[in-house]
């Protein structure tokens, strides 16, 4: 008897020490995979080998719909590629109870377990006995569950089993957590590089609209008077006052640019200087009254919202000076208690605003998507109104942190 107790304390220590080692080298493999659905299925092969299982399935918790969505499967003859995809309510079946409770499960005959959701084994014809399975998460936070399905040997799985899955799962989920922020670090680099061709393509759309253009007119006056010179020296004079107005005119422009593209008052003095001085420009160069109207912004607000709600302002009046062909703009910032109401304002020609919006897929524009971006990473709201020949009115509102103690807050002593 005590000879059988060693045989099988040694068949466990040997049980367990092939255990750790396949743990120890599937950790490197998965601390290396960033691919996540090369990860997943990684993890799931590894659960299903480890514990010489037939079967296992991965399910990865969707918080849209609060579901549990089979992720990945192993085995099962060709099944499980139906399985995956599919999704349960995150509270039913034996993974929705491993889930809720954030608790592992070892259920030695199925049928006998009123939790297990029958209605997946039937669909596939499949046949489970017994399961094990652990809830996946880090750090508090879940991320699915791992379920693993009837051992090849036809034994029931034991605590040992638990064990060893229990590790492989932690260290899947700190993998799972890596290649998921891996893939929103490629997802922001690709969106960042998108972005930074749309500035470049917009830039050289709108040097080749403005100096390229202004330049190109010179040259032909120059070559005007160059002629006149020759033909009728006394009206060269007044000629060359035009050619001034208009060059004087293209620096503006080209000042507006440069100071659009880097507002330097901005950073130093904060956004009621740089929008004054923006104005300022702007009335060199344009032909409508532009009224402006700040309050309350003696103060300075953060980085953050001067430059993003510079930006808004800016392509705000891009799109009235390129598009709208107004008399009169009216730019209003008021500094509420809570909040900051920037209002553009113009008499224009107005526009079909869902048209536009509709078409954007198609369109190269994406200066009205930026508007509503922008307005997003301050936590704000953009409205845009317009209609043809009613001009258009774009209002920002834009949360911004109380300036008043609340009852409660320590006074500083
Ligand atoms: N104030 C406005 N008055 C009249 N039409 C406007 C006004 N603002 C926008 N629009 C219309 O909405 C369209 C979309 O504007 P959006 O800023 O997205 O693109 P864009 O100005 O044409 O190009 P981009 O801003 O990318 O250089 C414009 O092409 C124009 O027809
Ligand atoms: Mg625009």
């Known amino acids: 008897m005590a000879a059988q107790n060693g045989l099988q304390s040694r068949d466990s220590i040997e049980r367990r020490i092939n255990a750790l080692m396949a743990l120890q080298d599937i950790s490197r493999t998965l601390t290396s995979e960033l691919d996540l659905n090369r990860l997943l299925r990684k993890i799931i092969h590894a659960a299903v080998e480890v514990l010489d299982a037939s079967t296992g399935s991965l399910l990865i918790w969707d918080p849209a719909d609060n579901s549990l969505v089979f992720a990945v499967t192993e085995g099962g003859e060709g099944e499980g590629e139906t399985l995956e995809q599919r999704r349960m309510p995150a509270d039913q079946g034996i993974a929705g109870w491993i889930f809720t409770h954030r608790q592992p499960v070892i259920v030695e005959d199925v049928s006998q377990d009123e939790r297990f959701f029958k209605g997946i084994d039937e669909s596939l014809g499949y046949c489970t006995s017994s399961l094990i399975g652990v809830p996946l998460m880090t750090k508090g936070e879940m991320i699915g569950v791992i379920e693993v399905l009837n051992k090849r040997s036809g034994e029931k799985f ?9 590790a492989l799962a932690a260290q899947a989920a700190i993998a799972i957590v890596n290649a998921r922020l891996y893939s929103q670090i490629r997802e922001e680099r690709d969106r960042m590089l998108s972005i930074e061709e749309e500035v470049h393509k917009k830039l050289a759309r709108d040097f080749h609209d403005g100096p390229a253009q202004t330049l190109a007119s010179l040259i032909m006056d120059i070559e005007f008077i160059q002629k006149l010179l020759k033909r009728d020296p006394s009206k060269v004079e007044a000629e060359l006052l035009q050619l001034k107005e208009k060059a004087t005119k293209a620096m503006h422009q080209a000042r507006t ?10 950073e130093t003095e904060g956004l009621k ?35 993003i709600v510079f930006a808004i302002v800016r392509e705000a009046l891009n799109n009235i000076k390129k598009h709208a062909q107004a008399n009169n703009v009216w730019l209003t910032v008021i500094r509420g208690e809570k909040e900051l109401l920037t209002t553009i304002r113009d008499d224009g020609r107005g526009f079909d605003v869902a048209e536009v919006e509709i078409s954007y897929a198609t369109r190269g524009s994406i200066g009205l998507l930026n508007l509503y971006e922008r307005a997003e990473m301050l936590g704000g709201q953009i409205a845009i109104e317009s209609a043809p020949g009613q001009g258009t009115t774009v209002s920002l509102t834009v949360p911004l942190p109380s300036t008043k103690a609340t009852p409660g807050d320590k006074s500083p002593s």
Request: net charge negative.
């Open 257 to 266: 640019t440069m100071f659009e593209l880097r507002p330097l008052v901005l």
């Open 273 to 307: 200087a740089a929008l004054e001085y923006y104005v300022e420009q702007l009335r060199k160069t344009e032909s409508m009254s532009i009224h402006l109207q700040i309050e309350g912004l003696e103060e300075r607000l953060s980085h953050k919202v001067e430059d």
């Open 158 to 166: 034991d605590e040992q089993d638990l064990d060893t899955l229990s």
